[in-house]
Each structure stands twice: as structure tokens, then as C-alpha cells.
């Protein structure tokens, strides 16, 4: 096959749902750096929802930095705290090592273009602590776990396409644990009364 016509055949590849939150989830992570404004991001949002290839999509975030360069993260701490939050962009690969303290990692407002990452975690007698958004996938299998616990409180139902979180390594007496972000206490009320 030339390699225009394989060109061609790739452009034209149909995209999914998913594809179009993941590029409109970048374009928001785009204005919270200040490379667009409120204006463009309506106007390409507008375009994301309407594509249907992924050269369409493509087109949307052309003059936009690529965020899959970053292919690692390392988190180190001896027996502080550290955290990782807010807008972030997820690489494939994360190290988290902590002696006693404690790492926080929340994926809730970050920009994760992958289906699967991998954490490798070196927990001695601190906490790992993995918050995620509702429809992800955490698989906890792979720590081998000394005197202390790993307890993973994801549990509801994986969303299709959503990324899967693998961790794996070991934790001597300390905890690697995985939950969602806590609910204010309006928002039980809320819940509650809506009933």
C-alpha cells in the first residue's frame, strides 16, 4: 500500500466518545494554562463534538503542545507529605517511593490521555494514596504487601474506555490504598433530600 493512501485510510478511522472527552478534556487543561481563552475553547468544542475521524480531532489540538511526551513521573519522600493535584498531566509510568510519609496522587482534575498507566510503589511504613474519578479501574494485585494492608475502595463499576490503574511493587508496614474523593458534607445532603 503508498503511503498516501495509507495517510488516507488513517484519517478516515472513525472516533469514539471517549476520544472526543479525552480531546475535550485537553482543551480545558489548555485554558487553565493560559493557551486559550474562553471564546476559542467554545468555538473548539464545538468542533470536538462534531468531528467524526481523528483527523478531524487531530485538527482541533493541532497547535496545541503534545502531552504524551511525558512518559514518567517520580514521587520521593522520606517522612513528609507530598501531593500531587489539581490540573496535571498523567504519564504512562509513575514511581512512588515514601519511607514514612505520605504521597497523595489525584487524578481527579488531571489530563490522562492514556487507557492504561502503571504505578510502581516502594512503600515502607508510610501511605501511598490513590484518589480517582468514578469509572476508573484500579488493579491492586501486583503489591506484595509485608505487615501492612493494601485496601483498594474502587468499586463501582469500570466505564468502558476509562483508564485502568495498575499498580504494582511492594509495601512493608505501611498501607497503599485506592478510593474516590470524599463528598463535602452538602453534597451527602444534597444527596440525601434528592431522594
Known amino acids: ?63 496545541l503542545p503534545d502531552h504524551t511526551a511525558t512518559e514518567s513521573l517520580e514521587l520521593r519522600v522520606g517522612s513528609g507529605t507530598k501531593r500531587v493535584d489539581g490540573q496535571w498531566e498523567v504519564p504512562e509510568k509513575v514511581t512512588a517511593e515514601c519511607g514514612s510519609g505520605t504521597i497523595h496522587i489525584d487524578f481527579n482534575n488531571a489530563y490522562c490521555a492514556r487507557r492504561q498507566l502503571t504505578i510502581t510503589a516502594d512503600v515502607g511504613s508510610g501511605a501511598l494514596v490513590l484518589i480517582v474519578p468514578r469509572g476508573w479501574r484500579v488493579d491492586l494485585d501486583r503489591v506484595k504487601c509485608g505487615s501492612g494492608s493494601v485496601v483498594n475502595r474502587v468499586r463501582l463499576p469500570h466505564f468502558p474506555g476509562a483508564p485502568v490503574l495498575r499498580v504494582e511493587g511492594r509495601v512493608k508496614s505501611g498501607v497503599v490504598k485506592a478510593r474516590y474523593r470524599y463528598r463535602s458534607p452538602w453534597a451527602w445532603l444534597r444527596r440525601s433530600h434528592s431522594r
Open 1 to 63: 500500500m503508498s503511503q498516501s493512501k495509507d495517510k488516507r485510510s488513517t484519517a478516515a478511522v472513525r472516533i469514539d466518545d471517549l476520544e472526543r472527552t479525552l480531546t475535550a478534556r485537553r482543551l480545558q487543561h489548555a485554558v487553565g494554562e493560559g493557551r486559550l481563552d474562553l471564546m476559542e475553547l467554545d468555538r473548539r468544542l464545538g468542533a470536538v463534538y462534531a468531528a467524526r475521524t481523528s483527523a478531524e480531532l487531530s485538527a482541533v489540538t493541532a497547535d
